[in-house]
T-cell receptor
Framework: DTAVSQTPKYLVTQMGNDKSIKCEQN?????MYWYKQDSKKFLKIMFS???????INETVPNRFSPKSPDKAHLNLHINSLELGDSAVYFC??????????????FGPGTRLTVL | GQSLEQPSEVTAVEGAIVQINCTYQ??????LSWYQQHDGGAPTFLSY????GLEETGRFSSFLSRSDSYGYLLLQELQMKDSASYFC???????????FGSGTQLTVLP
C-alpha cells in the first residue's frame, strides 16, 4: 500500500497557467508538508499543516496556495505559473510536528516543468 | 536563520567506510536528521539524533555533538546501492520543521 501518494507524477505546462498537485497519505499522520526541490537538489520547505491548520508558511509567492480538506490530504494550487516554478514538488507527512523522531515520509514527487 | 554545510560529493569503493559530515548554525535546535535520496526518488529517513552520541542502525550510524554544532553519518560496508544523495536536516522553530542541507552525492565504485 502506498503511504504518501501524489498526482500527477509529471506536469508540463505553459507559463501563466494555473495547476494543482494533489497529495494523500494513509498513515494516519496529522502533519503534512510541501517541499520544493530545485535542479541543484536543494530541498526547501514551503508549507506545513497540522490537523488541517497551517503551521508553517515559508517565504513563498502568493501564487502558491495550499489547501487541506482533511488531515489525510494536502493539495497545492499554483496560479500564473512562471519558469522559475519548474522543480520537483514533494509532499510529506509525519506523526505530529513535535514527536520524538519526527520521521517524515515523502511522496514520490511531482516534476513540474513550465515552458 | 539556519545554515548547514556538508560536502557536495564523496566517492568511495565497495566495502569501504565513508563519513559524511554536517555542521550547522541555527537557533532553537531540536535535533539532526539524515535522509537518503536516490536519483529520481523521494527522500527516505535514515536516522535522527536529538542527544549527543552515536546512534547505530545496521550499516549506518549517525553522530551528534550539540556543543560543536556538528554531526556525521557513517556508512559501513558500502554497497553499490548506497550511491545516492545524503541530506542532513536540522529540526528547529516553534513548529520543529526540518531545514535541509544541500546534500552530499555519494558515489560507490566497484
Amino acid at each position: 500500500d502506498t503511504a504518501v501518494s501524489q498526482t500527477p507524477k509529471y506536469l508540463v505546462t505553459q507559463m501563466g497557467n494555473d495547476k494543482s498537485i494533489k497529495c494523500e497519505q494513509n498513515l494516519g499522520h496529522d502533519t503534512m508538508y510541501w517541499y520544493k526541490q530545485d535542479s541543484k537538489k536543494f530541498l526547501k520547505i514551503m508549507f506545513s499543516y497540522n490537523n488541517k491548520e497551517l503551521i508553517i508558511n515559508e517565504t513563498v509567492p502568493n501564487r502558491f496556495s495550499p489547501k487541506s480538506p482533511d488531515k489525510a490530504h494536502l493539495n497545492l494550487h499554483i496560479n500564473s505559473l512562471e519558469l522559475g516554478d519548474s522543480a520537483v514538488y514533494f509532499c510529506a507527512s509525519s506523526q505530529g510536528s513535535s514527536g520524538v523522531y519526527n520521521e517524515q515520509f515523502f511522496g514520490p514527487g511531482t516534476r513540474l516543468t513550465v515552458l | 536563520g539556519q545554515s548547514l554545510e556538508q560536502p557536495s560529493e564523496v566517492t568511495a569503493v565497495e566495502g569501504a567506510i565513508v563519513q559524511i559530515n554536517c555542521t550547522y548554525q541555527t537557533s532553537g535546535f531540536y535535533g539532526l536528521s539524515w535522509y537518503q535520496q536516490h536519483d529520481g526518488g523521494a527522500p527516505t529517513f535514515l536516522s535522527y539524533n536529538a542527544l549527543d552520541g552515536l546512534e547505530e542502525t545496521g550499516r549506518f550510524s549517525s553522530f551528534l555533538s550539540r556543543s560543536d554544532s556538528y554531526g556525521y553519518l557513517l556508512l559501513q560496508e558500502l554497497q553499490m546501492k548506497d550511491s545516492a544523495s545524503y541530506f542532513c536536516a536540522v529540526r528547529t522553530g516553534s513548529a520543529r520543521q526540518l531545514t535541509f542541507g544541500s546534500g552530499t552525492q555519494l558515489t560507490v565504485l566497484p
